[in-house]
């Protein structure tokens, strides 16, 4: 029962990345991303306030004096040490008094364009998935109960923008793999859930291990 639910917990998350609405692009493009509601994080969790204040104290066209005339204020859910928070990143923005250019420090890179995960939740939630085989529906119960309120439909679409940023490491290690002259292979079967059937079928988990020039050494 146990295998039948995580192969059912599969399927949904293949259906759900599958559907266009739910897939803005990873590249955060202002003229091409679609304007989603913002929705807020709970305030009752920890926070963070990261200033990233521009490079230059003066005007970086004239050299003229900064005066303040607001900020911009996005946040994020992080993880620092199986604890949830929220991080907070500002970023001030100043007109130059002899010119009138607006100065503002550049965003920092987002693990999910328009997302709400750094790369430490994301990390964290893919690892719980796939290395300790903890069901989306799941990871969102023991979500909730630290405060985090978050849809499992979300964890499905952040998985695919997981797979989409570690697919260079996965194509590097295929092409080292195809130039070994040795390759150990581990097949293991394991039942797989027939949809719509009520039933399982025989399914086989495979697993690649190339070995360097050094004994020893090798990846998976």
């Not at 599958?18 to 991303?33: C, L, R, Y």
Request: charged share 25%; with cysteine.
């Amino acid at each position: 029962m146990g295998q039948m639910l995580l192969e059912l917990e599969d399927l949904e998350t293949d259906f759900a990345a599958s559907v266009p609405d739910f897939e803005p692009p990873i590249v955060a493009d202002t003229d091409k991303v679609r304007v989603l509601p913002v929705r807020k994080l709970n305030p009752n969790l920890p926070r963070k306030r990261i200033v990233r204040e521009p490079s230059c104290a003066c005007c970086p066209g004239c050299g003229g004096d900064l005066r303040a005339m607001g900020e911009d204020s996005e946040e994020m859910l992080d993880l620092v040490a199986q604890a949830w928070q929220v991080m907070e990143t500002v970023r001030p923005k100043y007109s130059c008094r002899t010119c009138d250019k607006i100065i503002q420090a550049p965003a920092p890179v987002k693990a999910i364009a328009r997302g709400k995960l750094s790369y430490a939740a994301l990390a964290h939630i893919m690892m719980a998935k796939w290395g300790y085989h903890l069901p989306f529906y799941r990871q969102v119960q023991m979500m909730a109960a630290k405060g985090v309120d978050i849809e499992r439909s979300t964890l499905a679409r952040s998985a695919g923008y997981a797979a989409a940023l570690l697919d260079p490491i996965y194509s590097r290690l295929r092409e080292i793999g195809r130039t070994r002259t040795k390759i150990h292979t581990d097949d293991t079967r394991l039942p797989i859930l027939a949809p719509g059937t009520g039933t399982t079928h025989k399914g086989a988990l495979w697993v690649y291990v190339a070995h360097f020039a050094k004994a020893g050494q090798g990846f998976r």
